[in-house]
């Protein structure tokens, strides 16, 4: 029915399936829609946040998404400024996924703010020394760096491309992708940063606070180190995933060992760093303002300091052996589960990142915050993951995301 | 005509273009960023000329003067800040949490808005307004009803004073009505007033010279939570933190231990061994100021006989749970602090409390001579500027003024009291004596505020006419038949009086500080309606055209400088010296006490009630005739009232079974509840303490149905001397929800 | 108006608040709410949801009865100078609606610039800074007692105690039109410290060495403003936040609970 829309030379699921699908995401993604609206409309009571977590599920998937988004930067980053030509193969579905993550990002953003009619004030009001000033703008311009290289991918499309003028805008486009890759890759690493910087800077949280150099705490570093690392993963699970839903090979291994490796080390410097950091920061920094490690953990119901070990040991240091490994890279189930933990490794620092930092009493009359997200904050938080879900349908179906599809299933 | 794909192209492009470049979504910014600042259910305060009126707080017994700012718009004056008066005698500039908050009572959704005549069933909330000329003629034609058949002494009413014009005004309209049932709401105020006539002979109340004094024993008075005059009070405590000292003795730390000195934990409802046991030291080491004792107090010898045989340290230390050692050391401090000084009374002095304590209290401030001295008690007289013109009593009112008080104030059982209303509903629900036919409720609330909430119910459904004079709608408004709403205090003129405890006499004036806001009348003006409605000698008695003119020529040439100063003073007030303060019989102070150590004996037994209940007050729930306003709920913590769901306080051992915060069912022999357990280490092991001023189920949307209202699960113990409520607590259990 | 301001000298408003007097009777919070038409709502139980700029905490000593003591502390917005003028949440908030006046000492915050994002509130560890979840609604009747001199804030924007700043700007009026540039002391109270009534909370200038906050709090400008007077204290001094409110407490553990020490670490709040 929609034969003349899909890429020539590949073969699609019917028709019928493909809206079976779509209704199926379509319907999780207006259940998030009605949660947005709910908080548009009626204010942010209808979150379970409060007082004490200002920030929260929403703050914790807008940093996570934007990690896993990562993925589109470096790989752009090692394509055009490093010449890893490979790469051409999975940069179109890693660009998608990085479009489908900031945005995403920006989305929750909007419903997050109390006055999102006013969001604009922090371009129009901006202040220099806010890491929420930076990251705005980093984050909105990376964007567009995002929109700009996702175009082309749109104006391939059989239909479209026949049009000369797209066709020759696509071409051009093209053209000068490397320059906005880079410039891509540069404001990537400062939102990154800034975001690593966003909790850091907060002297009034010693659990969150990092020394640095200059105007930089380490986490700006990490965080940016961890994004690259874990983006990547997160690109290479969702083609995984992609590959095992579809029955199709799409790209080839030797490009996703590549991309592995480089993940791998990655990952293993990140996580070396991340145990200095962790220990300079539990030995020296926190004791300084009168807290012990074990202070920061002790009253967690939940998972107490087991959720360090997790981040550390089980999504650091075991994903990183096994990429790194030839042996672990060419075990598919140690290579699915090292990019799934290499990626939830982000998440799990993100969650901690933002809500252990609420969580945890500063005051010393103060107890332990704890938080359950509302339906509403569930329902937005999930309403990404259908968008993505319908948006990699949609591409997937229509556009020549994969080169080396026709190629591996001719 | 074809538009071309190119063409169509360039439109949307430069038409995106132009647009950017328009003016159109700056301007569309600009109104986002306005209109998010102006939406319309957000408030726009009227802004005008601002103004201070200067008049007194009357929502407690503790008079402060207030200063009120106000700004004058095209409406009228907005009411919108209340400040503590610089410079009031009482408060100096200091108010307290329910005083900054009055006005959240003159404009908010409680307030009565016009006379109302209920429809439904009582208490159902059903109300049909009427005009002021129908509420009256129909409280006059009841009463001449109840007149005309000889039944004037079936009327009571119940007022939340008995001093200044309008509670006299009351209590004149019943005497020449013909009826003896005028009953005030009981304090501890009851009990110091009788302490001074059966110990010093005279009618007066009690006045502490807290300023001054340097050494406070506290027998479980909430001296930071209530107790007197409730600013003065924190005043006073902030001063005792700069020269003075301050023990506290109750089994609870409650705020007050926690800011005094030492805090003594005792076996609840043992004061009276410890205060003998102390007295047992101080005769014992002769430390008692023999001046006083010699040459102005009579009983001594037996007194003293009673004390050194009974209460000894050691058998005091066995009933109070206070070391023999502590007593010692707090006697010699007592006894050799410059100006101490001994009160009693718990909590904010809502319950009258053991007749005997308080004798035994001022039996110890007499041994240390400071009655009437500096730091000391003072006998301050009532204040004497009413003096109207004796009623003329027709035949009726003095048939029914002969009639026997249906509380049992002033009979041979209880001679000296003045009031029994805790007596009240068991009076009724007997039927023992007479019916109550009618009952007016003035500046009190007392279906909420009398212990045993269902004797308290079941007598209001006895009494066939019930009248409400409430400027808001409490629980015996909502429970009466005939709502004539008062003026609320910043809307009147009135007298207030002597504010409670202070030592010197002072006369405060309410006055009106906004317009009345609704369809209300002065109550003072409602009882001249209803008397002149009667005419003969009721409305003799009745002589002024208005509230305001009556209270005008009361005042007399007070008048000026209350209107200019917001008070007046008898800066020459002394109290009487010792060869003239005493009218007992002897002439001397009477340490009548004779030494018996009986402690009241609370409800319950021990078997099937192992734990006590007791009550505890705080500053941040009103607890007597008003109910919190909404940012006085607000400030209440979480560790007292959770939702909807009141917290009680237990210590970690008693309330091992318990994980905090959890559920738990609260029984005593008057009834049980559901409750929230707080682990509080500060309170003695066997103890329940449950907050007063919870478990409204009137008022408004802020206040009502949260927590459980105390007097629910206790009653009223008669104290066998005064007959005025005793019960200091109750014995209860704790079992799983 | 800035201009003149360079005439005068520069000021730096804080507040010593006496724990052994305050008795936690909470009328400082009620004084607060209704100078400042603070809204509330029906329920105010759950006190993560409760916006009280004032709020009079009550800590307990962690001993068992008898030795259990509790001490109120009210907190305000500590008005922190952090370094240079760098508060915990000013130097986050994007969009410069928070702000640390050089002039005052005293942190601003502009409901009508706040956009709702919510950083400042999780910059500040004294949970200062709270957010309007709701529409502020009064009962019918009720706006009557609004001030004018304070704007009701709409929902989702963040709020805080503001040292009555609008009395601030009313006394400089006044002076101003008296010809005088600079306030005396009494002229410029808080409503907190103008209600109090045990006189727990003293407010003034710490430039000024003749207020009565610098002669009780003695404040080290060589230490950052560290108190030198040994029974006072700032809440969590540690962090380099650099409150302008200081506490007194003669009790050792009051003091001690202002601050947080690893296990055997000596030390009460300013040692
Ligand atoms: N009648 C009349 N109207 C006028 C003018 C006039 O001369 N006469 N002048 C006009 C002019 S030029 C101006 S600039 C405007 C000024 O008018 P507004 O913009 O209204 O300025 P203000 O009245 O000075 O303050 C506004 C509000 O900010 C609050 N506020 C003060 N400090 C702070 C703070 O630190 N944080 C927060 N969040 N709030 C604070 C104040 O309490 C007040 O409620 O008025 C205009 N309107
Ligand atoms: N104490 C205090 N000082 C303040 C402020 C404050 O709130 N308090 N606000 C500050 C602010 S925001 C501002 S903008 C300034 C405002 O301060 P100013 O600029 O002084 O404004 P106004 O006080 O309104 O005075 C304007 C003068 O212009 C005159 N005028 C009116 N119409 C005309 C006209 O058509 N032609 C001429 N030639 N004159 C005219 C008026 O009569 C008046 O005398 O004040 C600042 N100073
Ligand atoms: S203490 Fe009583 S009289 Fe004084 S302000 Fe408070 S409520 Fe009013
Ligand atoms: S008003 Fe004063 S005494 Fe009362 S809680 Fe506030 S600071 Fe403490
Ligand atoms: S107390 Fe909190 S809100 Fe106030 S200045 Fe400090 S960090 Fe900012
Ligand atoms: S919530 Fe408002 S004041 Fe706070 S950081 Fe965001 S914009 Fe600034
Ligand atoms: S200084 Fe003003 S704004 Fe701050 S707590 Fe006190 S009354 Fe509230």
């Known amino acids: 029915m929609d034969s003349a829309l899909i890429p020539e030379g590949v073969k699609r699921c019917s028709f019928g399936k493909f809206i079976f699908w779509l209704v199926v995401f379509g319907a999780v993604l207006l259940w998030g829609v009605v949660a947005m609206l709910l908080c548009w409309f009626k204010g942010l009571n209808q979150t379970n946040m409060n007082d004490a977590y200002g920030f929260a599920l929403w703050i914790w998937a807008d940093l996570g998404v934007i990690a896993l988004g990562g993925g589109a930067f470096f790989t752009g980053l090692l394509r055009y400024v490093f010449a890893k030509d490979e790469l051409k193969n999975i940069i179109n579905f890693a660009v998608l996924i990085g479009f489908i993550c900031y945005s995403s990002a920006l989305l929750i953003l909007a419903i997050d703010v109390g006055q999102p009619l006013r969001s604009w004030f922090i371009f129009w009001h901006a202040n220099v020394h806010s890491m929420l000033t930076e990251v705005a703008f980093c984050l909105s311009c990376y964007f567009a760096v995002l929109t700009i290289e996702y175009i082309p991918l749109i104006l391939e499309n059989r239909q479209i491309d026949r049009v000369p003028f797209f066709h020759n805008l696509s071409h051009n486009m093209h053209g000068i992708m490397a320059i906005f890759a880079a410039t891509g890759a540069f404001l990537s690493f400062f939102h990154q940063g800034s975001l690593g910087g966003t909790p850091a800077v907060l002297f009034g949280r010693p659990f969150a606070f990092r020394e640095g150099v200059l105007i930089w705490p380490w986490t700006f570093f990490l965080f940016t180190w961890s994004a690259a690392a874990s983006g990547v993963c997160f690109t290479m699970l969702i083609t995984c995933i992609t590959r095992k839903i579809t029955r199709k090979r799409l790209v080839k291994q030797k490009v996703m060992m590549l991309l592995a490796k480089i993940a791998g080390w990655m990952l293993a410097t990140y996580t070396i760093a991340k145990i200095i950091d962790t220990w300079y920061w539990a030995a020296v920094t926190a004791p300084s303002k009168g807290f012990t490690l074990m202070d920061f953990y002790s009253n967690n119901p939940l998972y107490g300091i087991w959720i360090l070990v997790l981040e550390i040991v089980v999504c650091g240091v075991i994903p990183s052996i096994i990429l790194i490994t030839r042996k672990g890279r060419d075990s598919s189930f140690l290579f699915v589960s090292a990019v799934l933990l290499g990626a939830l490794g982000a998440c799990v620092n993100r969650w901690v990142m933002v809500l252990q930092v609420m969580a945890v009493p500063v005051l010393t009359f103060e107890s332990w915050f704890m938080y359950f997200p509302s339906w509403q904050e569930i329902a937005t938080t999930i309403l990404p993951v259908a968008y993505g879900i319908i948006l990699i349908m949609i591409s997937y179906r229509y556009l020549p995301i994969f080169p080396q599809e026709r190629e591996l299933e001719g | ?737 | 108006m800035k201009e003149q301001h360079k005439h005068t000298k520069a000021k730096k408003y804080g507040m010593v608040i006496d724990l052994d007097k305050c008795t936690g009777c909470g009328a400082c919070m009620a004084a607060c709410m209704s100078e400042n038409n603070v809204p509330f709502k029906k329920d105010e139980s759950d006190k993560l949801l409760s916006i009280t700029w004032m709020r009079v905490y009550k800590l307990t000593n962690g001993k068992k009865f008898p030795e259990a003591d509790i001490c109120y502390l009210p907190r305000p917005c500590m008005h922190c100078e952090g370094e240079h003028g760098h508060a915990p949440c000013v130097s986050v908030c994007p969009a410069c609606a928070t702000d640390y006046s050089h002039e005052t000492g005293i942190v601003s915050q502009i409901y009508t610039r706040c956009f709702g994002c919510r950083y400042c509130m999780a910059a500040c560890p004294y949970h200062a800074r709270y957010f309007n979840w709701w529409d502020p609604v009064w009962p019918d009747g009720m706006e009557k007692y609004l001030s004018p001199n304070v704007s009701p804030r709409m929902r989702g924007v963040v709020e805080k105690c503001s040292f009555c700043f609008h009395r601030y700007q009313l006394a400089m009026n006044k002076a101003y039109n008296e010809g005088r540039r600079e306030l005396e002391e009494h002229e410029y109270q808080t409503a907190c410290t103008q209600a109090c009534p045990a006189g727990a909370i003293i407010f003034g200038d710490l430039n000024n060495p003749d207020h009565a906050v610098t002669q009780i709090a003695k404040p080290d400008p060589k230490h950052g403003g560290r108190p030198m007077n040994p029974h006072a204290f700032r809440l969590l001094e540690r962090l380099g936040t650099n409150p302008k409110v200081y506490y007194l407490s003669s009790r050792d553990w009051v003091r001690r609970a202002g601050d947080n020490y690893i296990e055997n670490e000596s030390g009460q709040g300013n040692h």
């Not at chain 2, 205060?275 to 008692?288: D, E, F, M, R």
């Not at chain 2, 109207?388 to 026997?404: E, I, L, N, T």
């Not at chain 2, 009556?550 to 060869?579: M, Q, V």
């Open chain 2, 1 to 737: 005509m074809k538009v071309g794909r190119r063409s169509f192209l360039s439109l949307i492009i430069g038409g995106a273009a132009g647009t950017a470049l328009s003016p159109l979504p700056f301007k569309l910014m600009d109104d986002s960023s306005i209109w998010t600042q102006m939406w319309p259910w957000t408030p726009v305060p009227e802004d005008g000329e601002v103004s201070h009126v200067d008049s007194i707080c009357t929502l407690c017994p503790g008079g402060c003067g207030i200063t009120v700012r106000k700004v004058a718009t095209m409406y009228g004056d907005r009411a919108i800040k209340i400040e503590g008066m610089k410079g009031y005698p009482v408060n100096d500039g200091g108010i307290c949490v329910l005083g900054l908050s009055g006005l959240q009572l003159l404009y908010g959704p409680t307030r009565v808005k016009t006379p109302l005549k209920r429809t439904g069933a009582r208490g159902e909330g059903k109300w049909k307004k009427v005009s002021w000329n129908e509420a009256i003629a129909e409280v006059v034609k009841k009463l001449g009803e109840l007149r005309k058949k000889g039944k004037s002494h079936t009327v009571a009413c119940i007022s939340g004073a008995d001093r200044g014009t309008v509670a006299q005004l009351l209590g004149r309209f019943l005497t020449v009505y013909g009826s003896p049932n005028f009953i005030r709401i009981p304090s501890i105020q009851d009990s110091y007033e009788l302490t001074m006539y059966l110990m010093q002979g005279v009618q007066s109340s009690v006045g502490f010279d807290v300023e001054n004094a340097d050494f406070v024993l506290s027998f479980g008075s909430g001296l930071i939570e209530g107790w007197g005059s409730p600013v003065r009070m924190i005043k006073a405590n902030s001063a005792w933190k700069e020269r003075g000292k301050v023990v506290q003795i109750e089994p609870r730390l409650s705020n007050t231990a926690a800011k005094s000195d030492k805090w003594i934990p005792i076996n609840p409802g043992t004061e009276v061994a410890l205060v003998l046991g102390i007295a047992h030291v101080i005769i014992q080491k002769s430390l008692y100021s023999t001046n006083f004792v010699n040459n102005y107090s009579s009983d001594f010898e037996e007194f003293k006989q009673i004390v050194l045989n009974e209460f000894s340290p050691d058998d005091v230390a066995k009933i109070t749970g206070v070391s023999a050692s502590t007593i010692e050391s707090l006697a010699k401090s007592f006894a050799r602090a410059s100006k101490p000084l001994a009160v009693c009374g718990r909590g904010h002095g809502e319950t009258p409390g053991s007749l005997n304590e308080f004798m035994a209290v001022h039996a110890l401030n007499a041994l240390v001579g400071n009655i009437n001295k500096k730091g000391g008690v003072w006998a301050v007289p009532d204040p004497d500027y009413i003096k109207w013109p004796d009623v003329k009593m027709d035949r009726v009112s003095a048939d029914g003024m002969r009639k026997a008080r249906i509380d049992g104030a002033g009979s041979k059982r209880y001679p000296d009291v003045r009031y029994l209303l805790d007596r009240l509903p068991d009076a009724i629900n007997s039927g023992k004596d007479y019916p109550i036919e009618a009952l007016f409720v003035a500046g009190a609330n007392p279906v909420y505020t009398i212990p045993d909430s269902n004797a308290v119910k079941e007598a209001f459904n006895k009494v066939p006419f019930v009248v409400s004079f409430s400027s808001y709608m409490d629980e015996t408004a909502a429970n009466s038949d005939l709502i004539l709403p008062n003026h609320v205090f910043l809307e009147r003129y009135e007298d207030v009086p002597a504010p409670v405890g202070l030592q010197k006499p002072i006369i405060g004036l309410s006055k009106p500080v906004v317009k009345p806001q609704f369809n209300t009348k002065h109550l003072g003006d409602v009882i001249l309606l209803i008397a002149k409605s009667f005419g003969g000698r009721i409305g003799d008695a009745f002589p002024w055209e208005s509230y305001e003119a009556c209270l005008k020529e009361t005042l007399g040439n007070k008048w000026d400088k209350l209107i200019n100063d917001g008070f007046w003073s008898d800066s020459n007030f002394r109290p009487a010296a010792w060869e003239n303060a005493f009218s007992t019989p002897s002439g001397k102070f009477e340490f009548l006490n004779k030494g018996k150590a009986e402690s009241i004996k609370i409800e319950g037994d021990k078997q099937s009630y192992p734990l006590i209940l007791i009550p505890y007050d705080s500053m941040r729930l009103a607890s007597g005739c008003i109910g919190d306003p909404p940012f006085v709920i607000k400030t209440v913590e979480d560790t007292v009232l959770k939702g909807k769901e009141i917290v009680v306080e237990v210590n970690p051992k008693t309330a091992k079974e318990f994980a905090e915060g959890g559920y738990a069912i609260l029984s005593t022999p008057k009834g049980q509840a559901k409750v929230r357990i707080h682990h509080f280490d500060g309170i003695m092991p066997g103890i329940v303490a449950m907050p007063r001023g919870l478990g409204h189920t009137a008022y408004d949307e802020y206040l009502a149905d949260k927590g459980i209202n105390f007097n629910e699960l206790i009653g009223p113990v008669d104290d066998p001397a005064s007959g005025l409520n005793a019960a200091w607590g109750i014995r209860a259990k704790l079992t799983r929800a």
